[in-house]
C-alpha cells in the first residue's frame, strides 16, 4: 500500500465547519505539511494482450464505439471485436491507434449507411460461433406512435437521428446471437414509458428474450457513479441479471461476496505528479477560483452556502447545477465524467484543479496504455461519452 501526501495548502482556504467534513476521514498529523492517505494503485493495459483474443470465437460487432469502451469490455470479457463503427473521425482513429485493435476492420461511417452485405466478408473471415452487437445509440427522438414498431418505420425512418431505429435495423439483417444497447437512465423517465414499450415490443418481434436492466458503474468495479441503462437481448433465454460486485458497508454486510466501491484516488493518484501537468487544468485568476479553493473535497458550491453553516455564504443552495465547482473525494467514487462540462462544472481534482486527461481515462476505467488521436477537447469528449471499458481482472 502506498501514501499519498495530500497537501494542507489545498485545504488552506477552506472555513470551518466544513473542513472538518474532510480531515475527520483522515488521520491528521499536525506537525507535517500533508495528509498522508493510503491507497492502492489500480489500473491495467491491453495493448500488450492482444493474443489472449486473438483465437476466441465469440465475437462482437461494434456499434456507435466511440473511443471504445464497449468494445474493449467485450474483448476483456472474452468476446474478440472484428468490427467497430463511429461518425466520429478521431474517435475511429483513436481506436485505429491501439494494437488491441489491430484485428478490427474499422469503419469511419454512419450507420445509416451500413448494410449487412458490408459485414458478409468480415464474418465469413472470422467465423464466429456465437455473434454479439454491442452500441450505444443515441436516444431521440421518440415517437408517440409506435416509433420501432413496424416494419416499414424501423426500415425506413427519414429522421437523422433515429439510431435506435438504425441499430435495430442491422440487428434484423445481421440476425446476431445476442445484442447489447446502452443508454442514459433518463430512457426510463416515466414520459419515455409508450417509446420503450414499442422498442422492447420490437426486440420481441426479432425474435429475442431481453432483459432491461439498470446500471450504476460503481456497483461494478468502476471508480465512478455512473447511472445508464442497459438493454440485454439473446436468441435464448437470460437467467437473471448482471449481479452487481461491488457495494456500500452496509450491503458487504449482508452480502459477503460484495467488494466496497473503488476510491477514485486509487484511479488517478498516481497522475497527481507533475510529469503530467496540462496548463489547462489551471483556474488561477478565473471567476471561480477563490470559490473552488474554499470547498473541501467531495462537496459541491453547497459548501459556500447558508444551509452548510458557511459564516460567509456566497451562494444560495439549489441555484445551481449540483456539480457546479463539484471536487472528488479521494476515499469514495468519482461522479459522472462528462463529455463537454461548463468551465466551473465537476467533478474537479480535490487539489483544486481540473481533471488532467489520464484522470480522466482512468476513472472511465481505459487502460493505462490506451492511446487517444485528436485535441484535448476532443479526447475529452470521447473519454465522456464513453460506457467505462472495466477492468475484468482487478488485483486483489
Excluded at 47 to 69: L, M, V
Excluded at 216 to 242: C, E, H, L, T, Y
Excluded at 287 to 310: C, M, V, W
Aim: aromatic share 12%; with cysteine.
Amino acid at each position: 500500500m502506498l501514501q499519498y501526501k495530500f497537501p494542507k495548502e489545498s485545504l488552506m482556504l477552506v472555513e470551518e465547519p466544513q473542513i472538518r467534513l474532510f480531515e475527520d476521514d483522515f488521520i491528521i498529523h499536525q506537525k507535517k505539511e500533508f495528509i498522508g492517505i493510503k491507497y492502492n494503485q489500480r489500473g491495467y493495459t491491453v495493448n500488450d494482450k492482444i493474443e489472449e483474443i486473438i483465437g476466441s470465437k465469440i465475437q462482437t460487432i461494434g456499434f456507435f464505439s466511440g473511443a471504445g469502451g464497449l468494445d474493449i469490455g467485450s474483448q476483456l470479457a472474452g468476446s474478440k471485436v472484428i468490427s467497430s463503427l463511429d461518425f466520429d473521425r478521431d474517435s475511429v482513429a483513436t481506436m485505429k491507434a491501439n494494437k488491441y485493435f489491430a484485428h478490427t476492420q474499422h469503419f469511419h461511417r454512419d450507420i445509416k449507411e451500413m448494410f449487412a452485405s458490408d459485414y458478409a466478408k468480415i464474418i465469413k473471415e472470422n467465423k464466429p460461433e456465437k455473434l454479439i452487437l454491442v452500441g450505444g445509440p443515441p436516444c431521440q427522438p421518440f415517437s408517440k406512435a409506435g416509433y420501432w414498431v413496424t416494419h416499414k418505420n424501423r426500415l425506413g425512418s427519414e429522421d437523422p437521428r433515429n439510431m435506435i431505429g438504425q441499430y435495430l435495423r442491422i440487428v434484423e439483417e445481421l440476425k446476431p446471437d445476442g445484442f447489447l444497447l446502452e443508454n442514459v437512465e433518463s430512457l426510463m423517465h416515466p414520459k419515455n414509458v409508450n417509446a420503450v414499450s414499442d422498442l422492447t415490443e420490437a426486440i420481441d418481434k426479432l425474435g429475442y428474450k431481453l432483459i432491461v436492466y439498470r446500471a450504476n458503474a460503481q456497483d461494478f468495479g468502476v471508480p465512478q457513479k455512473r447511472k445508464r441503462v442497459f438493454f440485454i437481448a439473446s436468441k435464448k433465454g437470460i437467467i437473471g441479471n448482471p449481479i452487481k460486485t461491488h457495494g456500500e458497508e452496509i450491503e458487504i454486510m449482508m452480502n459477503n461476496n460484495l467488494l466496497p466501491y473503488e476510491n477514485v484516488i486509487d484511479w488517478i493518484g498516481k497522475f497527481d505528479n507533475d510529469k503530467y501537468f496540462e496548463p489547462e487544468e489551471l483556474t488561477t485568476g478565473k471567476t471561480y477560483d477563490e470559490a473552488l479553493k474554499q470547498i473541501p473535497p467531495g462537496q459541491n458550491y453547497f459548501a459556500l452556502s447558508e444551509r452548510s453553516g458557511h459564516p460567509n455564504p456566497q451562494f444560495l443552495a439549489n441555484k445551481r447545477f449540483w456539480n457546479f465547482l463539484l471536487k472528488l473525494h479521494p476515499n469514495k467514487p468519482s461522479w459522472t465524467i462528462a463529455a463537454q462540462p461548463g468551465p466551473w462544472v465537476g467533478p474537479f481534482h480535490w487539489n483544486n484543479r481540473r481533471l488532467r486527461v489520464p484522470e480522466s481515462a482512468a476513472i472511465q476505467t481505459f487502460p493505462e496504455d490506451y492511446h487517444f488521436v485528436g485535441t484535448r477537447r476532443s479526447v475529452q469528449k470521447q473519454i465522456g461519452n464513453a460506457v467505462p471499458a472495466n477492468n475484468f481482472k482487478l488485483p486483489a
